[in-house]
Structure formats: structure tokens, C-alpha cells
């Protein structure tokens, strides 16, 4: 089956310090990718949609100046959260969609963030 | 995309069936039914998906009602690292949009 990567797996950083994760398709073309977040015993919650050579898209509520994310390439959407903040300590999921019109979607491992 | 109720946790002994429910009331005619489920710390992980048909694979069968408005997810034998929240959703569009999910405890 199709495979997202991510990295780093984790990673801790100091409180006013920008962050970036990186999500991966390695056998397939990602012409979408979603950006997720999960905080401790909650539900996923969808960030920001974003499409190969765009502009991402957010949900409302999430800060995209906070939150940059870069689809540069087919197979590589980057997620910065920049000026990190204890409160954005969360373990980010990404996921893609492959082309071709295929509403399947594949998840990567997740990026566990600590901001201190 | 409509909503969906699910239990927010079940048990189920190791080597038996686990059953698990969602209500999808508002479901519409084009909106598939999705299942993932998501181990500790992990990436969530496809398991199955179906429109009107029952659906089976090497990892569980999805059974539909006729009407659509709900569905159920059987793991056949349940082992204890079938552990994990599971998660239904209801969907026509590009994005996965999650609830809160089942939290299934498989015990020894």
C-alpha cells in the first residue's frame, strides 16, 4: 500500500522557536495532503488542506501565519509553526491523497511536538 | 459531510468478534462510509470502506443497513493488538473529517 513519512518522529524545542515537519508520500503522488493535529485523549482535528503548486487552505481557527505549510512538490508538503508556544504542543498528523481522482487517503506516522 | 455517533468505548475478549456501531443518520446518497482506526501514538490506519454493499477484507467486514443510516465494523476474531480507537466517518468530499471514535479495549 501507498506510504507517508514523516519527520522528525519528534521533536522538543524551546518556547518562541519555529518548527518545521516534514510529510512525505514515497510511492505515490500526493496531489492533496492534510495537515492534522491531536491534542492528549482528543479526536484529530483537521488544520489545513493543502494541493500541489497552492496556496493552502485552513480551517477556521487555525492561524495560517502561525501555521505555514509548504506543498512545493507531488511528494513533499512541509508544516512550520512558527513562534511555538507551549499550547501548540501536539502530535501533528499529516496525510495525502494520491492523483488521479482517488479519495483514498494514506496517513503518516504523526510528528510529536513539545514546546517548552 | 454527515455526522456519525459512535459508542465511546467497548470491550471484547481476544479470539471473539467485535461488533462496532455507528449511527450515521443524515447520511446522503453519495457519501461513502469510512473506517480507520488509530493505535497509541500512532498514524490513523485505513481498515475498510463501503457505499451501499456489505464489504469484507483480510482485516474486517463492513456490514450497511439498507437505509443507510448506520453501519457496523466486525473485527471476525480479535486479538489484543486490535486494541485502539476506531473511527467512522462519513464522507464525499476530499478531507477526513474525525469524531470522537470507539475506543476498543480487547481483553485476554
Known amino acids: 500500500g501507498a506510504v507517508v513519512s514523516q519527520h522528525p518522529s519528534w521533536v522538543i524545542c524551546k518556547s518562541g522557536t519555529s518548527v518545521k515537519i516534514e510529510c512525505r508520500s514515497l510511492?505515490?503522488?500526493?496531489?492533496?495532503m492534510f495537515w492534522y493535529r491531536q491534542f492528549p485523549k482528543q479526536s484529530l482535528m483537521l488544520m489545513a488542506t493543502s494541493n500541489e503548486g497552492s496556496k493552502a487552505t485552513y480551517e477556521q481557527g487555525v492561524e495560517k501565519d502561525k501555521f505555514l505549510i509548504n506543498h512545493a512538490s507531488l511528494t513533499l508538503s512541509t508544516l512550520t509553526v512558527t513562534s511555538a508556544h507551549p499550547e501548540d504542543s501536539s502530535f501533528y498528523i499529516c496525510?495525502?491523497?494520491?492523483?488521479?481522482?482517488?479519495?483514498?487517503?494514506?496517513f503518516g506516522p504523526g510528528t510529536r511536538l513539545t514546546v517548552t | 459531510d454527515a455526522k456519525t455517533t459512535q459508542p465511546t468505548s467497548m470491550d471484547c475478549a481476544e479470539g471473539r468478534a467485535a461488533n462496532l456501531p455507528c449511527n450515521h443518520s443524515t447520511i446522503s446518497g453519495n457519501e461513502y462510509v469510512y473506517w480507520y482506526r488509530q493505535i497509541h501514538s500512532q498514524g490513523p490506519q485505513y481498515i475498510i470502506h463501503?457505499?451501499?454493499n456489505n464489504e469484507t477484507n483480510e482485516m474486517a467486514s463492513l456490514i450497511i443497513t439498507e437505509d443507510r443510516k448506520s453501519s457496523t465494523l466486525i473485527l471476525p476474531h480479535a486479538t489484543l493488538r486490535d486494541t485502539a480507537v476506531y473511527y467512522c466517518i462519513v464522507r464525499v468530499a476530499w478531507d477526513m473529517r474525525f469524531g470522537a471514535g470507539t475506543r476498543l479495549t480487547v481483553k485476554p
Open positions: 463501503g457505499l451501499k
Open positions: 496525510s495525502a491523497r494520491g492523483a488521479g481522482g482517488s479519495y483514498e487517503q494514506y
Open positions: 510511492d505515490f503522488q500526493a496531489t492533496t
